[in-house]
């Protein structure tokens, strides 16, 4: 399994993933999945990129362990918020140096089974460089897995003024090489921690803390039970385009809330059916068309086994949630959240994720019916056919889920109102 971490985001999400790791399997002196031999010591099968150096030198301080140096890359200047900067111009200058030192990374394992990247598709380094290395990677080892945990625009809190065109430019490229893709938004899982945790204060680390749970769940039943993991998100994704999953974590409990650690196993399933638990929401209840739940703590597998008959929740094809169980303790890497007896981690294929999706198609034609800021990214090497190409690429993608939910646009909501919340009651 190798980890590739882009842009200010995704190297960021990536320090603190290896930071839980760290706690999850502090002895790498075995040969381990996640962990290549050096001359002296063991560092993380990861790759982090970014076009300048800020993050960079930020996670050098990480004091766990060492990253390897030739594995941290990046040049002196940002992608801007520009997608083109990212694919065409200064990424693809950047390009030699990340191509070598993957081709070294995976030499140095037996077989590369899965590749996993985090970043967000809103700036210019996660959504250009990654739509780039993504495409080489599919060319170069195209039997390997390819999963994308990426940071997609939320309805309100964006922070630069083209992320459409960087979202839209992305999702092109990505619906083609990504086997599944993982998403989160920002405010959701600000939303989410206002509600759940009682904190003055949060920041990128909290939100950046539940994305790496996440991963590390999802990878937990590779790196500790031997299996291959891939299934978790290959079983839940019948068409290669539909491959959008909403993640949900839980439960989340602050340092001082001893009475939510006691959960009963019953209590736990509601938590993480609940649509309140995913870190990429839409108002609309979910319609799933496949679902993956990871149970995780010391006594996961006996509480499956005395409960097995509670995951009575079904998907459009009437199949039951996939079950997957980790028993291994869970750890914090933020002080201020304790460590949980046991967490759940369901991925859905929810096809009501539509209804979010295409906010990025509303948004994009507000600025594209006035051609808005497009010299910024023809000027960086986009041909100009590229942007209608890519949101009338993103329309037929649109109708692919609309031709799965099979029903009218005005009784939608009820079917999928009945068709979820019943099923826990
Ligand atoms: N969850 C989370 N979101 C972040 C973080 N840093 C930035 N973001 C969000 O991600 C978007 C993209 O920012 P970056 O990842 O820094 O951008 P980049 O990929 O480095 O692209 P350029 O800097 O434009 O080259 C921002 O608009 C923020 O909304 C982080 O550490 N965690
Ligand atoms: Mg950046």
Redesign the pocket.
């Given at each position: 399994m190798i980890h590739i971490h882009?842009?200010?985001?995704?190297v960021?999400?990536g320090d603190i993933l290896w930071k839980l790791y760290h706690k999850e399997e502090p002895d790498m002196s075995y040969k381990h999945s996640i962990f290549e031999e050096v001359k002296n010591g063991y560092v993380p099968r990861a790759l982090f990129v970014?076009?300048?150096d800020r993050?960079i030198t930020q996670i050098k301080k990480n004091r766990n362990f060492h990253y390897h140096p030739s594995y941290l890359i990046n040049s002196k200047e940002?992608?801007?918020?520009?997608y083109s900067?990212?694919y065409y111009t200064l990424g693809k200058d950047l390009h030699p140096k990340v191509e070598e030192q993957l081709r070294k990374l995976c030499e140095a394992c037996d077989r590369v089974q899965q590749f996993i990247f985090t970043?967000?598709i809103?700036?210019?380094?996660?959504?250009g460089?990654q739509s780039l290395l993504i495409h080489e990677i599919s060319k170069n080892y195209n039997k390997t897995f390819q999963t994308g945990f990426s940071?997609y625009p939320?309805a309100k809190?964006?922070?630069?003024t083209v992320?459409p065109y960087n979202a839209m430019l992305s999702i092109h490229q990505l619906v083609e090489y990504y086997d599944a893709q993982v998403l989160?938004d920002?405010e959701t899982?600000y939303q989410m921690l206002q509600n759940t945790i009682e904190l003055d204060h949060f920041d990128?680390?909290h939100?950046?803390n539940l994305?790496a749970q996440t991963i590390s769940s999802y990878t937990s039943i590779n790196r500790f039970c031997n299996k291959n993991n891939e299934q978790i998100l290959s079983t839940i994704v019948p068409y290669p385009r539909i491959q959008f999953i909403t993640p949900s974590y839980g439960p989340l409990i602050d340092i001082n809330d001893y009475k939510r650690n006691y959960l009963s196993q019953k209590q736990l399933l509601e938590y993480i059916f609940n649509r309140r638990s995913k870190l990429y929401q839409s108002e609309i209840t979910p319609f799933n068309l496949a679902t993956s739940l990871i149970s995780r703590g010391l006594n996961a597998d006996q509480i499956q086994k005395e409960h097995q008959n509670q995951i009575y929740y079904h998907n459009y094809y009437e199949q039951k949630t996939n079950y997957f169980v980790s028993n291994q303790k869970n750890y914090s890497v933020l002080e201020q959240l304790t460590e949980i007896n046991q967490t759940q981690t369901l991925f859905s294929n929810d096809l009501m994720i539509k209804r979010k999706l295409e906010k990025i198609g509303y948004d994009f034609d507000i600025l594209y019916s006035k051609r808005a800021f497009t010299f910024w990214f023809v000027g960086e090497g986009l041909e100009s056919g590229e942007l209608s190409e890519c949101r009338e690429n993103f329309e037929q993608l649109m109708m692919d889920y609309q031709n799965l939910l099979k029903i009218d646009d005005d009784i939608d909501e009820d079917i999928s109102n009945e068709s979820y919340d019943s099923q826990l009651s």
């Open positions: 882009i842009g200010g985001a995704g960021m999400i970014d076009l300048d993050m940002d992608g801007s918020n520009n900067k990212g970043q967000s809103c700036g210019g380094t996660g959504s460089y940071i939320s809190m964006n922070n630069n992320y989160f920002n899982m990128y680390s939100l950046n994305i």
